[in-house]
C-alpha cells in the first residue's frame, strides 16, 4: 500500500485550522464546552438526558452540512478520497472509536482544545496519538506494504 | 438557542474540516507518510486551530460564564495514567490505518460515500462497546 501524491495547500489548509479553531472558541462562548467531537458522539449514543442530545444532533447536522455548503459556494464538492479497502476502513473506525473513549478524547477535543488550554493530559495524548499515527503509517506502508 | 447555535457551531467546524483538507483521508494518511508521499499542510491545519483556540479561549475565558449556561464546564482531571495514554495509542493506530479521526469522519458524511458512512457506524460501535466496558469497570470500582 503506496499513497499517491495529494496537492500542498498551506493556505486553505491554514484557513481551515482557523474555522476550526473558531468553532471551538464559540463553543465555549455559548455552552461552556470543550469542542470534542468524541465527547459530541459518546453523549448521542449513550445514556444523558433527551434535552442533552438535541443539541448534539444539531452539532452533527451542523458538520455534515459543512461541505455540502462548500459545495454550494464553490460548485466542487471537496475531494474525499479513501485510499484503503472496507475491511480495513471498519477495524479502523472501531479501534479509533475505543482508542478515543479511553483516552477521553481524539484530534479535536486533546488537540486542539486541550493543547490551547495547556492542559498536560491533553499534550501527552496528542504526542501520543500522533507518534503511533506516524508509526502506523510507516509500518503499513514501508514496512509490510514494500 | 441552544439548538440554533450548536447547529451554527457544527456548520463553522465542517466547514473548517472541509477546506483544511482534513476531511479527506488520502491527504491525511500523506501527512503521516514523512517517508513516502509526505503532505506537510496539516501542521497548517493544526497550527491556524491552536492559533486561534488559543487567543480566542483567552478571551472568552475572561468572561464570568458562558452565554447559556451558568458556569464554564472545563475538564479537571489531571492524572496521566495507562489509560489515557493506552487510549490514545489505540486511538493513534486506527487513525493511521484509516486515516479518519472522528472530528473530519462527521463531516465528511456529507460527501454521501458509502466508506465514510462505513467508518462511522465502525466508530460509533467502537464508542459504545468502550463505554460499556468502563461503565462496568466503574461500577466494580463502586462495589469493590
Known amino acids: 500500500m503506496t499513497g499517491t501524491e495529494t496537492e500542498f495547500t498551506p493556505l486553505m489548509s491554514f484557513a481551515g485550522g482557523v474555522l476550526i479553531g473558531l468553532s471551538a472558541v464559540l463553543l465555549m462562548f455559548f455552552q461552556g464546552r470543550i469542542m470534542g467531537a468524541t465527547g459530541i458522539l459518546s453523549g448521542l449514543i449513550t445514556g444523558g438526558v433527551p434535552g442533552d442530545k438535541i443539541w448534539r444532533a444539531a452539532m452533527v447536522v451542523g458538520m455534515i452540512a459543512g461541505p455540502l455548503l462548500v459545495l454550494g459556494l464553490t460548485g466542487q464538492m471537496p475531494a474525499v478520497e479513501v485510499p484503503i479497502s472496507l475491511p480495513m476502513i471498519l477495524i479502523g473506525g472501531f479501534i479509533v472509536g475505543i482508542g478515543v473513549t479511553f483516552g477521553s478524547g481524539c484530534t479535536s477535543g486533546h488537540g486542539v482544545c486541550g493543547l490551547a488550554r495547556l492542559s498536560p493530559r491533553s499534550f501527552v495524548a496528542t504526542l501520543t496519538f500522533m507518534v503511533v499515527a506516524f508509526a502506523t503509517v510507516y509500518v503499513l506502508r514501508h514496512v509490510i506494504g514494500a | ?144
Open chain 2, 1 to 144: 438557542m441552544r439548538i440554533l447555535s450548536a447547529l451554527f457551531v457544527g456548520l463553522v467546524f465542517g466547514v473548517g474540516i472541509a477546506i483544511s483538507g482534513m476531511i479527506n483521508p488520502a491527504k491525511v494518511l500523506n501527512f503521516f507518510d514523512i517517508a513516502g508521499t509526505w503532505d506537510p499542510s496539516l501542521i497548517f491545519v493544526m497550527g491556524g486551530a491552536l492559533l486561534t483556540t488559543f487567543v480566542g479561549y483567552r478571551v472568552v475565558l475572561g468572561r464570568p460564564n458562558p452565554i447559556l449556561e451558568p458556569k464554564f464546564k472545563l475538564p479537571t482531571k489531571t492524572v496521566i495514567d495507562t489509560r489515557l495514554i493506552g487510549g490514545s495509542a489505540v486511538f493513534g493506530l486506527g487513525w493511521g490505518i484509516a486515516g479518519f479521526c472522528p472530528g473530519a469522519a462527521i463531516p465528511a458524511l456529507g460527501s454521501g460515500k458509502y466508506e465514510v458512512l462505513a467508518f462511522v457506524v465502525a466508530l460509533l460501535s467502537g464508542i459504545w462497546v468502550a463505554n460499556m466496558i468502563q461503565t462496568k469497570q466503574s461500577d466494580k470500582r463502586i462495589t469493590a
